[in-house]
């Protein structure tokens, strides 16, 4: 059981942001537009996680000793009778870090027909860096192209996203395909213990523990037609392909029975969101007026 505690003395977060643009007509028809990020939060207010305080007790590098009444050892409770971890006291402080670091890339087609027109619009963000640190004397966690993340944020996860649509467009109704895709990612658990059987076991594609072991596509078919001056008709089909969620979660080392794989829900950390999709293929219709 994990105890929130409030701190009286926090002090205000510290951010350093530099943002670097550019957009360029670089063929007749063609638009590109580069822009890189970096993001640093210092003195961030946030929670110390529960792995840096059992590594502030246990580790010899901070309590060479094995002192039972050291700092971080009284932050830990536990269950009289049998030793094991029962409740864990984390409180706010100033003490975290975090640094992100990326660079969003779109490429916008337009071409005019004879007849009506074609567009194509590409969408990528790349993931350099995912960085925090939960105190200055504990080493800084790298999760870029994994699905953790710590200090009670969302970090970028994926080393890349791809986002790709494709329309024609003629007088009033048009059509659009979109694409999206994400690549594998590893778990978050590899970060903070690498050497565990979940992060050096072989397993199938698709049923690594706990990440995802495989990429995932997605690909949508929508339309619309304004008719009569002020009505505006949409409609489209979702997931066109029926794709199913990954499965993931499938450990033959298990004890007393293997665990089984299963899909993956909606969200999978790393800022993710409904990334993946639950419900299948499904068609939508609507209608707006204008008055």
Same mark, same amino acid.
């Given at each position: 059981?994990?105890?929130?505690?409030?701190?009286?003395?926090?002090?205000?977060?510290?951010?350093?942001?530099?943002?670097?643009?550019?957009?360029?007509?670089?063929?007749?028809?063609?638009?590109?537009?580069?822009?890189?990020?970096?993001?640093?939060?210092?003195?961030?207010?946030?929670?110390?996680?529960?792995?840096?305080?059992?590594?502030?007790?246990?580790?010899?590098?901070?309590?060479?000793?094995?002192?039972?009444?050291?700092?971080?050892?009284?932050?830990?409770?536990?269950?009289?009778?049998?030793?094991?971890?029962?409740?864990?006291?984390?409180?706010?402080?100033?003490?975290?870090?975090?640094?992100?670091?990326?660079?969003?890339?779109?490429?916008?087609?337009?071409?005019?027909?004879?007849?009506?027109?074609?567009?194509?619009?590409?969408?990528?963000?790349?993931?350099?860096?995912?960085?925090?640190?939960?105190?200055?004397?504990?080493?800084?966690?790298?999760?870029?192209?994994?699905?953790?993340?710590?200090?009670?944020?969302?970090?970028?996860?994926?080393?890349?996203?791809?986002?790709?649509?494709?329309?024609?467009?003629?007088?009033?109704?048009?059509?659009?395909?979109?694409?999206?895709?994400?690549?594998?990612?590893? $778990?978050?658990?590899?970060? /903070?213990?690498? +050497?565990?059987? #979940?992060?050096? %076991? !072989?397993?199938?594609? &698709?049923?690594?523990?706990?990440?995802?072991?495989?990429?995932?596509?997605?690909?949508?078919?929508?339309?619309?037609?304004?008719?009569?001056?002020?009505?505006?008709?949409?409609?489209?089909?979702?997931?066109?392909?029926?794709?199913?969620?990954?499965?993931?979660?499938?450990?033959?080392? $298990?004890?007393?029975?293997? /665990?089984?794989? +299963?899909?993956? #829900?909606?969200? %999978? !950390?790393?800022?993710? &969101?409904?990334?993946?999709?639950?419900?299948?293929?499904?068609?939508?219709?609507?209608?707006?007026?204008?008055?």
């Amino acid at each position: 059981i994990q105890n929130q505690l409030g701190n009286p003395d926090l002090a205000e977060e510290q951010a350093d942001t530099i943002t670097v643009g550019l957009v360029a007509d670089v063929a007749e028809d063609w638009t590109v537009s580069v822009d890189y990020y970096t993001i640093e939060i210092e003195d961030m207010i946030a929670l110390e996680g529960s792995d840096a305080i059992y590594q502030r007790c246990v580790s010899q590098e901070f309590n060479p000793t094995g002192n039972a009444s050291a700092d971080a050892c009284k932050l830990i409770f536990r269950d009289p009778t049998n030793g094991n971890p029962s409740n864990i006291d984390r409180a706010y402080n100033n003490e975290g870090r975090v640094q992100v670091e990326g660079v969003d890339f779109q490429v916008n087609w337009n071409h005019m027909l004879e007849a009506g027109g074609l567009n194509l619009q590409m969408l990528m963000n790349y993931n350099i860096s995912s960085e925090t640190q939960d105190r200055e004397d504990l080493p800084a966690l790298e999760w870029a192209e994994t699905n953790g993340c710590s200090l009670q944020i969302q970090c970028q996860g994926y080393e890349y996203r791809l986002f790709t649509t494709v329309g024609y467009f003629r007088g009033s109704w048009g059509f659009q395909v979109r694409h999206q895709y994400w690549p594998s990612i590893k $778990s978050g658990s590899c970060v /903070t213990a690498p +050497t565990s059987t #979940g992060c050096t %076991l !072989g397993l199938p594609a &698709g049923f690594g523990p706990p990440g995802v072991d495989t990429d995932y596509q997605l690909i949508a078919l929508s339309g619309n037609y304004d008719f009569a001056d002020k009505y505006s008709l949409r409609f489209g089909i979702e997931n066109l392909f029926d794709e199913e969620p990954p499965m993931v979660g499938y450990n033959p080392t $298990s004890l007393p029975y293997p /665990t089984p794989a +299963t899909h993956i #829900g909606g969200g %999978l !950390g790393g800022g993710s &969101g409904a990334t993946y999709d639950p419900l299948g293929r499904r068609y939508f219709v609507s209608m707006t007026m204008d008055f």
